[in-house]
């Protein structure tokens, strides 16, 4: 009766519309060969048809249109290609496309190929240009260097061999004391200098190689010089400036000259002829800086011509990439297709929302009329084998709650959805760690901002952690709004207390106020009316009292939220029609937590309300070693003793009633049915138990196994039973992290603040409020903040969501060209 009337109760309640996934229906589609690109547009457009792969079988080059969808890759390479150039050139591609009349594929595919061709020319040209230009300058810079080179050699080699002349040559006895070979020399050198010389330039990384190279080729019979070009020369295959360096290397003989140049090619050094006549070396600069001029005019030509076409092509560009990556998209969508018989229509098969079938019609309606077809687009529901796609409604609140519970598994066909609950009790047990309203105002700040700049952050490319942090925006607002709340109770800004709410209700018991941390304090009046009293700071119990709050205060939320998780088990078995998970699952399960953990929950409430002196620990272990024995001072209320037997006895018995009956009654329907005598029991969800809930229609009914199902049901209750206790234990952690950020904020504030506040020195004073904001900014906004996030995920993936979600079913992913990205290139 009271489950009847508890159904009854339900079936009243209003609608929740992100409770239960959209009902989903599946539906064939026989379109007309001649319709069939415009239905599926018009299709992509809606975005609400989730189409299944009919040609799942066949490789992507066996397809219908693969040669279509290969035009459109050509077509995209070519755009990626105009993208990069526009970049390049340090030009902006319009965001917003010009007005123009719309254009076919097949035209925006020549226009792309001209463009192309026309841009590969240009690119040609120019880099043939940019390379004549920088031969000229380096030929005019190796021409102003080498000439001083030149210059020096020539006056050191005069003196020399003056010298030569007046204390060798000019003894007499010479030409009998010198070797043939030195006569040989001399006689040379009186004709001709037998010393020449390769000028160039090489680029400055390769100088020390260079020259270690030489010397090693050319045995040490070489001079080298070198000095550093005035200008950067562009490198016109990395489109950098380079530093260079001018070189001019003095040698002797034709083999010497041959390793050199071989060693210039081999370190990509530019060698250029610098004439030893002064006067030739002047009209060949003249020369060179006349032609440099022309040719800096044609580059710039070139330059402002091709930026001109980069413009006009980038003023389309968002609008073609738009249009090919849609193209490419319809095209892979008609691959999923599959041709009938007849070879004139397109089949094709997929899931929709039932509140969408109208405005599917109405799509298809319409593709008809425009494409003129005679036919029109068959549309009906058929029925499915395999379970339909989870689709959730959001908005731009929602979406970042559901993507947390998504994260874990997507829940199964109208399955009790989670987020409904996780939007406020994700950013409450978070706020139960974080609790500080200062830096709650800090977190508030931050997610006003990125809410007050939504459409402007939401239309740019952002890095990875932006966006997460920008798409958790509202979950940032709330879990800022409940941290601030939280502070307020345990009355802590940057850990320090204020009177916000009126005095406190406990005062000093001398004026000194010297024994407030060894005796304590006296209470004079009412109770502080919200939150803790301030003049618990620095008390001699304020620890032991703040630990036991917020130890008792996470049991309290954690078998509240347990509790909610069984609770959702229930809607879940009563929605999809199973009696057997109500009685033989639901009933024990919320016997067994509450006979145990909820009457420890009531012993803490009384103990509040009370202000009894009974130790917790005390009874709740003897009430499992010795029920019968009297209670004496831990009594809290009358008839204690008898109630803790009747919950350990409920709780001793709901362990089995978890674990025998379901089996068996199982294995009993599954034999009945299959001896004929209950056949008009097939429709019935004991008997389906086996097939996936909210199916289209039943699935196929594999063989019962008897152990299988005994063993997985054995499994689940000694889980729940052992998970009860873990579960709880767990909870404590929003106690043991709200009072590590209470402390460690208490340790900045006191020992770096107050302490360099301590200092008559401005100095110190300022390195200390630098050292607490970058501790506070850092370790409490940053690190906490993650640390919270994460124990507050944990807490509702493990603890609350394994108590009623299944989360093994698959997202919605309909067909819509809203949803694609720059990936789908």
């Not at 406190?504 to 109770?527: E, I, M, Q």
């Not at 229930?570 to 999809?576: C, G, M, Q, S």
Request: aromatic share 12%.
């Amino acid at each position: 009766m009271a489950l009847q009337k508890m159904d009854q109760f339900i079936e009243n309640l209003p609608s929740m519309d992100l409770m239960r996934s959209e009902k989903m229906t599946f539906v064939q589609l026989i379109i007309p060969a001649e319709s069939a690109h415009r239905a599926i547009s018009y299709l992509g457009e809606l975005g609400l048809l989730q189409f299944r792969d009919m040609n799942a079988d066949k490789s992507p080059f066996q397809r219908t249109f693969v040669n279509q969808v290969k035009r459109c890759g050509e077509m995209s390479r070519k755009l990626r290609f105009f993208k990069d150039q526009i970049q390049k050139a340090g030009l902006l591609s319009s965001a917003h496309s010009t007005l123009e009349p719309d254009i076919e594929l097949e035209e925006l595919e020549v226009q792309l190929a001209e463009h192309e061709h026309e841009l590969i020319e240009m690119n040609s040209n120019s880099e043939k240009l940019q390379q004549s230009f920088n031969e000229l300058l380096e030929f005019k810079i190796v021409l102003q260097k080498a000439v001083g080179f030149l210059v020096s050699h020539n006056s050191h080699a005069v003196a020399d061999e003056t010298e030569l002349d007046e204390n060798v040559y000019s003894n007499g006895d010479f030409g009998e004391a010198s070797s043939l070979l030195e006569q040989e020399m001399r006689s040379g050198s009186s004709s001709q200098s037998t010393v020449r010389f390769i000028s160039g330039i090489i680029p400055r990384s390769k100088v020390l190689r260079f020259e270690r190279m030489l010397f090693r080729a050319t045995r040490g019979n070489m001079l080298f010089n070198q000095t550093l070009a005035d200008e950067e020369i562009l490198d016109p295959t990395s489109n950098e400036m380079v530093e260079k360096t001018v070189f001019v290397v003095f040698f002797s003989g034709e083999q010497a000259r041959m390793k050199i140049i071989k060693i210039c090619e081999a370190f990509g050094a530019n060698c250029y002829p610098v004439p030893e006549d002064i006067t030739k070396q002047r009209q060949l600069t003249r020369e060179v800086l006349s032609r440099l001029s022309e040719l800096e005019a044609t580059l710039d030509a070139g330059i402002r011509h091709r930026n001109q076409a980069l413009i006009s092509i980038g003023l389309h560009l968002t609008k073609w990439i738009n249009m090919v990556r849609m193209e490419k998209a319809v095209y892979d969508t008609l691959n999923m297709l599959n041709f009938d018989v007849t070879k004139k229509c397109l089949v094709g098969e997929g899931w929709c929302p039932i509140f969408a079938k109208p405005q599917i019609q109405e799509v298809l309606q319409r593709a008809t009329y425009d494409s003129s077809s005679q036919v029109g687009i068959i549309f009906h529901v058929m029925e499915a084998t395999e379970s339909p796609p989870t689709y959730f409604r959001t908005n731009c609140f929602t979406n970042a709650y559901q993507e947390i519970v998504d994260a874990y598994g997507v829940a199964r066909y109208q399955e009790a959805n989670p987020a409904v609950y996780t939007i406020v009790t994700f950013p409450f047990l978070f706020a139960v760690m974080f609790g500080d309203w200062g830096h709650g105002i800090c977190l508030l700040l931050g997610a006003l901002f990125l809410i007050a700049r939504e459409k402007k952050l939401g239309s740019q490319k952002l890095g990875s952690f932006m966006e997460m942090l920008f798409g958790g925006r509202y979950v940032l607002l709330l879990m800022s709004l409940f941290s601030i709340y939280c502070g307020l109770i345990y009355n802590e800004f940057f850990s320090v207390p204020f009177h916000i709410f009126g005095g406190s209700a406990y005062r000093c018991r001398d004026d000194s106020c010297r024994d407030a941390h060894t005796v304590g304090l006296v209470k004079f009046r009412d109770p502080y009316p919200f939150g803790v009293d301030p003049s618990w700071r620095g008390s001699r119990s304020e620890l032991p009292f703040l630990n036991s709050l917020k130890m008792k205060m996470s049991i309290l939320l954690g078998i509240t939220q347990m509790n909610l998780g069984i609770l959702m088990s229930y809607f879940n078995a009563r929605f999809f029609g199973s009696s057997l998970d109500i009685r033989y699952q639901f009933v024990p399960q919320i016997i067994f937590l509450n006979s145990l953990f909820g009457y420890l929950s009531l012993l803490i409430i009384t103990k509040w309300c009370t202000g009894s002196q009974a130790d917790l620990y005390h009874v709740m272990i003897y009430m499992f070693l010795s029920p019968t024995d009297d209670l004496g001072e831990n009594e809290l209320f009358w008839g204690q003793r008898p109630l803790q037997i009747v919950l350990l006895l409920l709780a001793l018995v709901a362990v089995p009633w978890m674990l025998f009956p379901k089996p068996f009654i199982l294995k009993k329907l599954h034999t009945e049915r299959f001896q004929g005598r209950t056949y008009g029991m097939l429709g019935t969800s004991e008997v389906d138990l086996d097939s996936e809930p909210g199916s289209a229609r039943g699935a196929h009914h594999e063989d019962f196994n008897f152990s299988e199902v005994f063993v997985h049901q054995m499994i689940h209750s000694i889980e729940f039973v052992l998970g009860s206790v873990s579960n709880t234990a767990s909870y404590l952690r929003l106690w043991a992290l709200s009072l590590a950020h209470s402390e460690l904020s208490t340790v900045f504030y006191e020992k770096v603040l107050l302490l360099a506040w301590g200092y008559d020195n401005i100095v110190i004073r300022l390195v200390g409020l630098v050292v607490f904001a970058f501790a506070t900014s850092f370790i409490l906004l940053m690190m906490e903040t993650l640390s919270a996030f994460l124990h507050a995920l944990r807490l509702h993936w493990v603890e609350y969501q394994n108590k009623f979600y299944f989360g093994d079913g698959y997202k919605f992913k309909p067909f819509s060209f809203a949803s694609l990205t720059e990936e789908e290139d």
